[in-house]
């Protein structure tokens, strides 16, 4: 079956435009997750939507961040003002349950974000 | 603050031979390590996984070892194949968290 997809693959922006990417998780899976790659680094965690739950966004580096998951589905992360900082590959991943049992993460290809 | 750490950024080894990689934790409420793979232009794939009360756990040509008192794990991979080149993260979450701390990653180059 499908994956995770995201898009676009690949976003070049000025600094402070807005810009949205998106998720599409893995038809069933009820929790999704952000994360984030600057160069160099690990992958950070944003923020992670479980179900109908409040979602964790205890990751979100700034109040320029914000994130929503309509309909238990589809998820936009959305940065605002964008800055140079921002520049980094984002990442979202999807897993059938979340909560504290592991379910595997299944991970998107990536959004390359570079502002300039 | 990278809570889960892989110091060596690139490893080369020739196919055939044996490929390390090294990872090391500093928050001791980690209780289950991941091993991820990543090729380029590609999400990360989950590749081997250890809970905390072993110490060993091996499939296939892969293996993880975790040293829990010096907050250390290791994947070996056996014999290292070309198809092995890609990025590898290790990975690293607490019983009572559904969120993963990652390394920085490793890129392993198998040469032919």
């Known amino acids: 079956g499908a994956g995770v997809s995201q898009s676009p693959s690949n976003k070049v922006t000025e600094k402070g435009k807005d810009v949205e990417l998106r998720c599409d998780p893995i038809s069933g899976h009820t929790a999704l997750y952000w994360y984030r790659q600057s160069l160099g680094q690990g992958l950070e965690f944003l923020i992670y939507?479980?179900?109908?739950?409040?979602?964790?966004k205890s990751g979100l580096p700034s109040d320029r961040f914000s994130a929503e998951r309509t309909g238990g589905s589809v998820s936009t992360l959305t940065i605002q003002r964008t800055q140079q900082e921002d520049s980094a590959v984002y990442l979202c991943a999807s897993s059938l349950l979340g909560g504290i049992s592991y379910n595997e993460q299944f991970f998107g290809p990536g959004t390359r974000l570079t502002v300039l | 603050d990278q809570q889960v750490k892989q110091n060596s950024p690139s490893l080369s080894v020739q196919e055939g031979r044996i490929s390390i990689l090294n990872c090391d934790y500093t928050n001791s409420m980690f209780d289950y390590f991941l091993w991820y793979k990543k090729y380029p232009a590609e999400g990360p794939t989950f590749l081997i996984s250890?809970?905390?009360?072993?110490d060993k756990n091996e499939d296939g040509r892969f293996t993880v070892f975790l040293n829990k008192s010096a907050k250390h794990l290791s994947l070996h991979i056996v014999p290292s194949q070309p198809g092995d080149s890609a990025v590898y993260f290790c990975?690293?979450?607490?019983?009572?968290?559904?969120?993963?701390?990652f390394g920085a990653g490793t890129t392993v180059t198998v040469r032919a």
């Open positions: 939507f479980q179900g109908n739950s409040a979602p964790d």
């Open positions: 250890i809970s905390s009360i072993k």
């Open positions: 990975a690293a979450r607490g019983s009572n968290d559904y969120k993963l701390s």
